[in-house]
Every structure is written in structure tokens, then in C-alpha cells.
Nanobody, 118 residues
């Protein structure tokens, strides 16, 4: 099982990034996919989630609502996080999570660093 995040980097305030999480080793479409982030000295925070199968249901945290969107491509076993209008407070390591088995199974990626700074 692997979850590999990519797309992080350094961006100026107001800029955009698109994070990608490539999954392998499990039946991707059966899993709820979630993006978390963790800033230095802070607890891990849920950013956005998308339901399994067709991904008809999404959740976006209030802290990023209107700026971030989540989507999934089951054909490519990929979940995306489009981040627009980035702010310095969005700086964190962003993690991809797959949850299945009625919540009993959790897979995590290694994380990708996002830094928003001028």
C-alpha cells in the first residue's frame, strides 16, 4: 500500500498550488480520501475530504472554504487538492489519508511541504 503526495512547494501569498496523492495497493474507489495538514507546533488538522466511489460528497474545513477544492479520479487512483488564494497560515505539511473498512483501515502518505511566504 502506498500513498504518495506531490505538488508542494514555496508559493507567494495569493498564489495557487495543486497537491496530488497517488494511491496504489488497495481498491482506491472504496476508500474515503482526506487531506490533513500539520503546521509546526500545532495538531494535525483535517482540511478536506471526499466520499468513496463517485465522490459525490465533499467536506471542506471552514479555514479553507472558498479557496480549496478536493476531487478524485478513480481511473487514475488519484485525489487532488486545489489550493487557491494561499495565505501564510496555510503553511504546513499536507498529508493524504485513505480510510476504509468502516473506519477500521487507515493509510497515510509521507506528506508534502507547502510554504506560503513572500
Amino acid at each position: 500500500v502506498q500513498l504518495v503526495e506531490s505538488g508542494g512547494g514555496l508559493v507567494q501569498p495569493g498564489g495557487s498550488l495543486r497537491l496530488s496523492c497517488a494511491a496504489s495497493g488497495f481498491t482506491f474507489r472504496n476508500y474515503v480520501m482526506t487531506w490533513y495538514r500539520q503546521a509546526p507546533g500545532k495538531e494535525r488538522e483535517l482540511v478536506a475530504a471526499i466520499s468513496s466511489a463517485g465522490g459525490s460528497t465533499t467536506y471542506i474545513s471552514d479555514s479553507v472554504k472558498g479557496r480549496f477544492t478536493i476531487s478524485r479520479d478513480n481511473a487514475k487512483n488519484t485525489v487532488l487538492l486545489q489550493m487557491n488564494s494561499l495565505k501564510p497560515e496555510d503553511t504546513a505539511v499536507y498529508f493524504c489519508n485513505a480510510r476504509g473498512g468502516l473506519g477500521r483501515i487507515n493509510y497515510w502518505g509521507q506528506g508534502t511541504q507547502v510554504t506560503v511566504s513572500s
